[in-house]
């Protein structure tokens, strides 16, 4: 079983920053792609950041020149850095990964629970 466990949301004020952690633990031989998406209410969730095992990322457009997505391979662990924040990003945010169990080619997508943040104006 694998498990998506994300830290760090809270509340901040506009232009401050924060950062949210998503830490993967369980059955895992290796994990393709990580992302941050979020969801504010009545809106659909979205994609934030990605980040490949190679490193490659990409980001919203919302969110391009503020946040910062970054891993640790060696952790399975993935952060966002989340400066200049406005009330606009308000949301819960959810880990997301894609992870290959022992089984040759079994990817499975996996969700961590979701991290409020809250920018106060």
């Known amino acids: 079983q694998v498990q998506l466990v994300e830290s760090g949301g809270g509340l901040v004020q506009a232009g401050g920053s924060r950062r949210l952690s998503c830490a993967a633990s369980?059955?895992?031989?290796?994990?393709?792609?990580m992302g941050w998406f979020r969801q504010a209410p009545g809106n659909e969730r979205e994609l934030v950041a990605r980040i490949l095992s190679s490193g490659s990322t990409n980001y919203a457009d919302a969110v391009k020149d503020r946040f910062a997505i970054s891993r640790d391979n060696a952790k399975n662990t993935m952060y966002l850095q989340m400066h200049s924040l406005r009330p606009e990003d308000t949301a819960v945010y959810y880990c997301?990964?894609?992870?290959?169990?022992?089984?040759?080619?079994?990817?499975?997508?996996?969700w961590g629970q979701g991290t409020q943040v809250t920018v106060s104006s």
């Open positions: 997301h990964a894609v992870i290959r169990d022992s089984r040759p080619n079994n990817y499975n997508d996996y």
């Open positions: 369980g059955s895992i031989f290796s994990i393709s792609s």
